[in-house]
């Protein structure tokens, strides 16, 4: 079976209902796993009052499609979507859909979480946050390392 692949990068919000339903759709799949990351209003002690996140067009789409074959390649998967916004978004908003299906929930699951543990890590995506006190740039959290290590290492 090959599985079907959809990746954007986009500043348009997305649907999850209908990103749900996109992958959902095929009876041959026991399993749909699915991500949304959203702007939190906290980070680090800090008040958030807003998120900006600017990519390298084109580069990002690459790293986003090499996560995704590797993904393919480890697990049984039938759908699978990426979609991540970019630009200036408010407390609240959706930032990533992260959509897996699978014959079995195993493969959903750890796909879906590979696949958010590498995108934060080896993405090119530049987050800037809105503070009370003004605006800083966001490097990769040190557990987010560690976890995209532990796949790498095969532990998870």
Not at 18 to 27: C, G, H, L, T, V
Not at 102 to 119: K, N
């Amino acid at each position: 079976m090959t599985a079907k692949v959809k990746i954007a990068v986009q500043e348009a919000d997305f649907d999850h209902a209908q990103e749900y339903a996109r992958i959902a759709q095929d009876n041959n799949d026991g399993a749909v796993v699915t991500f949304c990351g959203k702007v939190r209003d906290f980070n680090e002690g800090n008040e958030i009052t807003r998120l900006t996140l600017e990519h390298y067009p084109g580069m990002t789409e690459s790293v986003l499609a090499q996560i995704c074959q590797q993904a393919l390649q480890r697990w049984s998967i039938n759908h699978l979507t990426v979609i991540h916004r970019v630009g200036s978004l408010d407390l609240g908003e959706q930032i990533v859909f992260i959509g897996v299906s699978s014959a079995h929930r195993g493969d959903a699951f750890a796909a879906c979480e590979y696949l958010i543990d590498f995108l934060k890590t080896k993405a090119p995506f530049w987050k800037l946050e809105a503070t009370h006190q003004g605006e800083r740039w966001l490097d990769a959290r040190d557990t987010d390392e560690v976890a995209a290590n532990t796949w790498q290492q095969g532990e998870a």
